[in-house]
């Protein structure tokens, strides 16, 4: 049984959320703000989007001000978000979009824009646009397994939970409104049917869900155990010079944390180095001070760091190889969130 579209609007109505990029009732939603917004909020909080969300309306008003950016500046307002791919396909869909003079408004046409995957296409095309199309985030996911009590684990079952989301749009209601049916969907699953303790007394969907008829919307959706997560191991140097800036470099343009700086250092390996490995990498021979470790969580293994500190002697005549970087300000530098917990170390870190 299709659930009642009508029953979540008028909720909806009443609880919508309040967010910066979504637009007041009766006015029609900014497509610049949906797709900024929903890039961002790829693997992210809204908490933690909101202010970087704020700092890049002000630099970047317009998806032409984006465009006409440096990436340089594009990914130091980034620096500390994550997932780094997103800010430079965000630069370059930018430039896509102003070179068209806008963006598309079909899910098609969105799917060959930079950085815009299958959810994406559809969130734009559905609240930007107000295409009858169903976009499935986590949150679509656990109210779709919830109301039709589909216990596979995930990420098997996403295929399954794909079909049945969108079978929620089937409602001529939710099609009269698909701009406000897809966010009501993200609002219910984000205040509502929450991965822990949902509150099934209050959902407007409540005599829909088979999950809460039998007493398991808390266990839903399943998902399959977690492995461990590897270890790696690298080392990291802060060289400052005479006028007060450091050594950094920048990343490769591909791969993780493309495109942003970084403290010259080792690879990151399985096995810890020793201080004797370690210095063997450094730029340049001095005396080098051990400042500490840092321990940084990406999403397939978790990085500990060892940080050495040094300031450049003043007899030191002999260039530092480029492959270390250049002397800069650490104040202009793109450097992502574990960059800046090796900079805490020392207290250099940035101001931002």
Request: one cysteine or more.
């Amino acid at each position: 049984m299709t659930p009642d579209a009508s029953a979540l609007l008028r909720w909806y109505d009443h609880h919508r959320r309040i967010l910066p990029w979504r637009s007041l009732p009766g006015h029609r939603p900014d497509p610049y703000a949906v797709w900024l917004s929903e890039i961002m909020l790829q693997q992210t909080t809204v908490k933690a989007v909101i202010a970087y969300y704020e700092r890049f309306l002000t630099h970047y008003p317009t998806v032409q001000d984006l465009a006409a950016a440096p990436l340089e500046d594009v990914l130091h307002l980034w620096a500390g978000l994550g997932y780094y791919a997103r800010a430079r396909n965000l630069h370059a869909c930018a430039k896509r979009v102003s070179e068209r003079g806008g963006f598309p408004d079909t899910v098609a046409e969105l799917l060959t824009l930079p950085g815009i995957g299958a959810y994406t296409a559809r969130a734009i095309a559905a609240i930007a646009f107000g295409r009858p199309v169903v976009p499935v985030d986590g949150n679509v996911e656990r109210v779709t397994a919830r109301l039709n009590a589909i216990e596979d684990p995930l990420p098997t079952s996403r295929p399954l939970l794909a079909k049945q989301a969108a079978l929620l749009n089937d409602d001529p209601v939710a099609q009269n409104r698909p701009s406000d049916f897809a966010q009501a969907l993200f609002d219910l699953g984000a205040t509502i049917c929450t991965p822990r303790s949902p509150a099934c007394l209050t959902c407007p969907w409540q005599t829909s869900c088979i999950a809460h008829a039998r007493g398991i919307a808390a266990q839903l959706p399943a998902k399959q155990p977690r492995q461990a997560r590897p270890i790696r191991y690298g080392a990291h140097f802060l060289l400052h010079d005479n006028d007060g800036q450091i050594l950094l470099r920048t990343r490769p343009p591909t791969g993780l944390l493309g495109s942003m700086d970084e403290l010259p250092g080792t690879d990151w390996r399985s096995t810890p180095w020793t201080d004797e490995e370690a210095l063997i990498h450094a730029p340049c021979l001095t005396h080098w001070m051990r400042r500490g470790e840092i321990r940084h969580v990406f999403t397939h293994f978790t990085l500990y760091l060892t940080v050495y500190e040094a300031c450049l002697p003043q007899s030191h005549n002999a260039g530092i190889d480029s492959s270390f970087g250049t002397f800069r300000s650490a104040k202009r530098a793109a450097l992502p969130g574990v960059m800046k917990k090796c900079l805490a170390l020392t207290r250099q870190t940035p101001e931002t």
